[in-house]
């Protein structure tokens, strides 16, 4: 397959990569930046978007946008997260909707923040959307890519999960301070965390684009979603380090403010219900085994 993809030299962008080049794909990315001869480039801030139509595209991965979690959140900084994914993501839909020979499939990036805080109650792809701005972003992005939908693209909306990764992500932020012995939980510990390898995850996006029976909302997911307080003990385990030192509630929301409990003390127990239904093997399980495996990779 020739696969275009966007946010190519993100975390996930990077691992699938070199995963789909691997199994013999021809992967593109859809740069920022506008050169002589470059095939596929774009600004979405402008509204610019050039994809070579000789150049038959048979796949797009969109991972558009700008990280959530390096920078605190003001109006502004949330308004750049939701900015960089849906108007980007409408660009390349309506671009791909007007192409004569069009991809037979669009995976776009969303997130399980689709489902707000769900505290102890499972949620996978039938339960609907929650609430706060995560939620909203989720929708918003989703939605932009209608133009897709419409001209008869397959579409898949990949709900991602917190990715596992030595290379980046909360993994990487948490290592230092756990290999130190400061690690701990964060609030009460009881919150759900849904987690997903980077080695599963790009297992599960190439059966998504090996699949054409798989559209709409798909959860990327470990079968085992796990609250702060195993995902501690796990990692403090896979470290050989104690996990002695609790980040409290009060404290995550001086250091982090909204976004403290957003992505750190709320809730998420997501299930991959439509994987799992389509007969996706999953491999990572056992979170001990798979945090070791990743911290052997750095």
Known sequence: MNILITGS?????????????????????LIRKNLPGEPFCWSP?????????????????NLAGVN??????????????????????????NALAHLTDKPKVLIS????????DSGDESVDEDS???????????????????????????????????????????????????SLGLGGIVGNGRQYLSCVSINELTRMMQYILDNESISGAVNLVSRKPVRNIEFTRALGKALHRPTIFPLP?????????????????????????????AGYQFIDDDLEKTLTSLLGER
């Open 249 to 277: 509630a009060a404290v995550a929301r001086i250091m982090f403010g909204e976004m403290a409990d957003a992505l750190l003390l709320s809730s998420t127990r997501v299930y991959p219900s439509r994987l799992a239904t």
């Open 128 to 178: 609907p959307a929650g609430s706060g701005f995560l939620s909203e972003v989720a929708i918003r992005w989703e939605q932009a890519t209608q133009p897709a939908e419409q001209a008869g693209i397959r579409t898949v909306h990949i709900r991602t999960g917190v990715v596992l990764s030595p290379h980046g992500g909360i993994l990487k932020q948490m290592m230092l301070p756990f």
């Open 9 to 29: 030299s993100g975390l996930i962008g990077t691992a699938l990569k070199k995963s789909l080049s691997a199994a013999g794909h021809s992967v593109f990315p």
């Open 109 to 116: 990036g969303s997130a399980i923040g689709f489902y707000g």
């Open 68 to 93: 959530i979690a390096d920078k605190r959140w003001n109006q502004q900084r949330k308004m750049q997260i939701l900015n960089s994914r849906e108007n980007a993501t409408q660009l390349l839909s």
């Open 45 to 61: 801030a402008e509204k610019i978007i050039h994809l070579d139509d000789s150049i038959k595209i048979d796949a797009v991965i």
